[in-house]
């Protein structure tokens, strides 16, 4: 028999733009569980629906369609999720979901609460949604009754089962990215950052200019140019006991991006700093390539934004690396550092003795017998690795057997069954 007949997806990610996004289907889940949402705003807005809503049979329909996989690729527009979602039909049903935008006022005030506080900007780059934030001034999260859903299905439930498999679908989205649930209200991702780099510029700029200039005692010229004898030179004053805050640097259009911008002077000032109190810059004596890791590792957050990916672009064509390598490198540094780096890129035949010693204790942890090659130590399944670095440190690494494809994983530690404690339950080794 031919296949059910599936209308045109709505879906065109080619048109996708700050103010329109499209994100594929997500795949079939296991059923059951507490809550479907995993972060509290996913939570908060699975709440609204819960409790805005007239039967639970539906909703538990709704749900077992949502982990069913039923639900097509979802676009997301200003005030807007539209999707289609397969029932019990061969033709899937068109479903909207529509929830109320922020004027223009309610906007000033949260990006006034945000520049409040810089940590909320952070938080946001690194796919957090701070409760302070949404909860604020402006509420970002609806509540019960503020969705308002629409299906071309002919059951007129509020909301029928499909408009509730896609309320759970975007709550999923929405724990992958608050961004979205921004963009809902009427914001882009880019759009809102730089906003908020031009208003933290400008209340920058106002705070200068309101302090002034210092007023400067005179000298009159006669008694300057008089024959004196000088004072001793004061002593050195002591360095400050922290690196001062770079200004803020807006966005322009063309223009660096002013986070990267952000985090070079940051890192400028901490040398400094360091170089007054000891005399000496660690960094200086980094190699480009490491220098390169080095900064990637300083971003914050471990999710790849838009901002990230550029920096990782940049430093990795500078260095005349790829951004994936940069990636491994990136874990590699932040698993140990220099030592770490070192670790991950150069092999070595390390003496007899801790080497030599590391495989007896793994056989007496019930392990088997890990294979030898120059500082490696390898799980004979190929999916464990432990490296010995010049530091006296074992390195674990992990990889899916037979690919040979090995990332850094857990801590450092001087014993070899130590360094693979988290790395997964005794059966997987």
Known sequence: PAPPHRPR???APGRDGDLRRTFPAFPPRPSGGTGFAETWWGNAWVAALEEGALDAKRLARGRGYAEQGNVDAITVTPGLVLAYVQGSRPRPYRVQVRLRTLDDADWERFLDSAADR?????ALLDKEMPQ????????LLPGPGDLEPQCSCPDRGHPCKHAAALCYQTARLL???PFVLLLLRGRGERDLLDALSRLSATRAARAAQDQGPAQLPGVRASDALAPRVLPPLPAPLPPPPHPEQPPAYPAAPGGPDPFALDQLATDAA???HALLGTGRDPVGELTLWQ???????ARPGSGLTVGTRALYASLASAAGRTPSELARAVAAWRQGGLEGLAVLEEPWDPPAGRFDRARPLLLAADLPAFRPWHNHLTHPR???????GRDGLWYAYESEPGHDDWWPRGTPDLDPVGALTGLGSAGEF
């Open 270 to 272: 901490a040398r400094a």
């Open 175 to 177: 724990d992958a990215d």
């Open 9 to 11: 997806s709505m879906a």
């Open 118 to 122: 810089p940590g909320h900007i952070a």
């Open 132 to 139: 302070a934030l949404a909860e604020g001034g402006v509420r």
């Open 291 to 297: 220098d390169a890791v080095r900064l990637a590792a």
């Open 382 to 388: 190929g999916h464990v690795q432990l490296r010995l």
